[in-house]
């Protein structure tokens, strides 16, 4: 007698946004200085917020006085990436809680031969908090509402 395995369906990315590996990311090597992957990184959810989850991140900061500072950030950093080369930044909702979520990044590169390749996988914590206080604040509804479909894992 066989018994069915229930696999869980792989979602898909919450968003995806590509830009070209420009020479000011470089380092004297001609390869990402590594920093510049966290300014792709914090750009790549700004970007995500404004035309991913269309809540305007600039009125989230400044009208909204509300932070969504990084407070835990793993990364393994898989191959270089070189000036020219074209990325794909993955941004995939792991959790979200009461204040916070967790979100898992993949960039992939398709460097001159045409090949994809894992360049960096993260791990980011992001706190929301009170830009007058700096202390935890609960995640605003509209953003909860705009995340929660994104999550991976449903709360239970």
């Known amino acids: 007698m ?70 835990r950030l793993e990364t393994d950093f898989t191959a270089v990436s070189r000036h020219g080369d074209t990325l794909a930044l993955h941004v995939h909702v792991e959790r979200v809680g009461r204040s916070s979520l967790q979100l898992r990044h993949e960039i992939v590169g398709t460097g001159a031969d045409g090949g994809h390749e894992l360049r960096l996988r993260a791990r980011q914590v992001i706190v929301c908090t009170s830009l007058d206080t700096h202390r935890a604040q609960p995640l605003p509804d509209d953003i909860r509402a705009a995340l929660l479909p994104h999550q991976e894992t449903p709360a239970p």
């Open 2 to 71: 066989t018994t069915a395995v229930s696999v869980p369906a792989v979602r898909p990315p919450a968003f995806t946004a590509t830009r070209q590996v420009r020479f000011s990311d470089c380092d004297p090597a001609g390869i990402v200085f590594f920093p510049q992957y966290f300014v792709m990184l914090n750009g790549v959810v700004e970007q995500w917020f404004d035309d991913g989850l269309r809540i305007p991140y600039a009125s989230v900061i400044g009208a909204r006085r509300t932070g969504l500072p990084t407070v």
